[in-house]
């Protein structure tokens, strides 16, 4: 395990320890030698792709247009 910073030193060093943790290494953060927590990397999150679902669900306007005259009809009182 490297060096455990304090709490102190990681506030005033925080840009700097940002960047080292964002290159790969971990950083252990702690008080009276004891680690409390860590500044690690992250995983890259793969970029998502618009349109996914495109051409794979189909979506029936024309049901949802007479659904939503007959919701109107209750509502109006017309039955």
């Known amino acids: 395990m ?6 102190y ?5 925080l ?9 790969g290494e971990t950083i ?3 008080a009276y030698g004891n680690v ?12 998502r792709k618009l349109g996914a679902w495109d ?5 029936n306007y024309t049901a949802l247009a007479e659904s939503d005259a007959e919701i109107a009809s209750w509502l109006e009182g017309d039955e």
């Open 2 to 7: 490297s060096k455990v910073y304090t709490i």
């Open 55 to 59: 051409g794979k669900k189909h979506i």
């Open 36 to 47: 409390q927590f860590m500044l690690a990397p992250v995983a890259p999150v793969a970029k």
């Open 15 to 23: 840009s700097k320890l940002g960047k080292r943790a964002a290159a």
């Open 28 to 30: 252990y953060v702690g």
């Open 9 to 13: 030193e990681a506030k005033t060093q």
